[in-house]
């Protein structure tokens, strides 16, 4: 079974579970819950992507590493500057390629979601032009490309290295229910 379908369904209650938390999974969603939803990203986004350009390795397996961070398309949605970031502790582990995929596979698959409150987003008229969905609009027509992209990265994995890359795309959603968890508490 390709590693991408293993994730999915091993991540699927974690996902439901964050996804139930998350204001923008209503039908109906304001300007201000979208401003909210683009800063608590944007605090899990820049610390762990700089932790991923780190890698030395991890662009072998995925040379177009750097397009794929977002913290700087949520940072220009968000039209401010100072913003919170999740403390190191709340990151999960990406210290090696493999971990480092599994934290890209939970990163990436969010564009899912993305597409569905874009789409809900244009149809309320909260965002009626292109201004302030950068992230949400990832990358157009590319989008199944790169996805594929990733998906044979995960594929091209060793056996004995995809254990670490099912155990870091669970703690990625973990991390980022305790990052909304304290977030919401502010
Ligand atoms: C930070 C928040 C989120 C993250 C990290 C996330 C991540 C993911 C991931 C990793 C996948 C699986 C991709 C795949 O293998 O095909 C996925 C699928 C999906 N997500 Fe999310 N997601 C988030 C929020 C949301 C929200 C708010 C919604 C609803 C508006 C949503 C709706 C979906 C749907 C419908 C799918 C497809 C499920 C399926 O394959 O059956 N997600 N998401």
Request: with cysteine; net charge negative; proline share 5%.
């Given at each position: 079974m390709?590693?991408r379908?293993e994730?999915?369904?091993?991540?699927?209650?974690?996902h439901?579970?964050?996804?139930?938390?998350?204001?923008?999974?209503?039908d109906?969603?304001d300007l201000?819950?979208?401003?909210?939803?683009l800063?608590?990203?944007?605090?899990?986004?820049?610390?762990?992507?700089r932790?991923?350009?780190?890698?030395?390795n991890?662009?072998?397996?995925?040379?177009?590493l750097e397009r794929?961070f977002?913290?700087?398309a949520?940072r220009?949605?968000l039209g401010?500057?100072?913003?919170?970031?999740a403390?190191?502790?709340d990151?999960?582990d990406?210290?090696?390629?493999?971990?480092?995929?599994?934290?890209?596979?939970?990163?990436?698959?969010?564009?899912?979601g993305?597409?569905?409150?874009?789409?809900?987003?244009?149809?309320?008229?909260v965002l009626?032009?292109?201004?302030?969905?950068?992230?949400?609009?990832?990358?157009?027509?590319?989008?199944?490309?790169?996805?594929?992209?990733?998906c044979?990265?995960?594929?091209?994995?060793?056996?004995?290295?995809?254990?670490?890359?099912?155990h870091?795309?669970?703690?990625?959603?973990?991390?980022l229910?305790?990052?909304?968890?304290?977030w919401t508490?502010?």
């Amino acid at each position: 079974m390709p590693l991408r379908n293993e994730l999915r369904a091993g991540t699927r209650e974690l996902h439901d579970d964050l996804e139930r938390r998350l204001p923008v999974s209503r039908d109906a969603v304001d300007l201000d819950v979208y401003r909210d939803h683009l800063a608590f990203l944007f605090g899990f986004h820049a610390p762990l992507e700089r932790r991923l350009a780190k890698l030395p390795n991890l662009t072998h397996q995925l040379p177009d590493l750097e397009r794929r961070f977002k913290a700087d398309a949520l940072r220009a949605d968000l039209g401010r500057i100072e913003l919170p970031e999740a403390g190191n502790g709340d990151l999960p582990d990406c210290r090696s390629c493999a971990r480092a995929l599994g934290v890209l596979y939970v990163l990436e698959g969010a564009g899912r979601g993305a597409k569905i409150l874009l789409g809900r987003l244009r149809r309320d008229g909260v965002l009626p032009g292109p201004v302030g969905s950068s992230y949400l609009e990832g990358y157009g027509a590319d989008a199944g490309a790169m996805w594929q992209t990733l998906c044979d990265a995960l594929d091209d994995l060793p056996e004995a290295q995809r254990d670490a890359a099912r155990h870091a795309a669970e703690d990625t959603f973990s991390a980022l229910i305790r990052w909304w968890e304290s977030w919401t508490r502010r």
